[in-house]
């Protein structure tokens, strides 16, 4: 996943960390549910995501944003007003409540990425 991205017509997901093996999964379940993806670092999160109206999910490797996650929040509440999805170990309970309390609509297992992220991309938002 580069800074350029991939075309999808529904909009933009944005991913949060460096893990490469993490974000061709993501990548490749963006694409999937008809999205295009992009890489981005935590500290440019708030910028991208308030100044890009296209965004529609922001998917955060939580070992990797743990640090960031009232920012990412923050981006959250602006712009298109994007989803918030984590993604973490299925054995880091405490990444999950963090982020859960922090505002993550939705946290899921990197097991989980191909089954259950075109799905919740493609969810209305309430």
Do not use: C, W
């Not at 308030?50 to 981006?75: C, F, G, M, Q, W």
Request: no cysteine; proline share 3%; hydrophobic share 40%.
């Amino acid at each position: 996943m580069s800074e350029g991205g991939t075309k999808g017509e529904k909009g933009v997901v944005l991913f949060v960390g460096r893990d490469i093996f993490l974000g061709t999964m993501v990548s490749q379940a963006v694409q999937k549910a008809g999205f295009s993806s992009r890489s981005v670092t935590p500290a440019k999160v708030y910028n991208t995501v308030s100044e890009d109206l296209s965004v529609r999910a922001v998917v955060a490797d939580l070992k990797e944003a743990k640090e960031y996650l009232s920012e990412i929040v923050e981006a959250g509440a602006t712009g298109s007003h994007p989803k918030l999805i984590g993604i973490t170990f299925h054995t880091d309970l405490e990444s999950k409540r963090q982020a859960q309390k922090a505002g993550f609509e939705h946290v899921i297992h990197r097991s989980q990425i191909a089954s259950h992220l075109p799905q919740i991309l493609v969810e209305k938002k309430p």
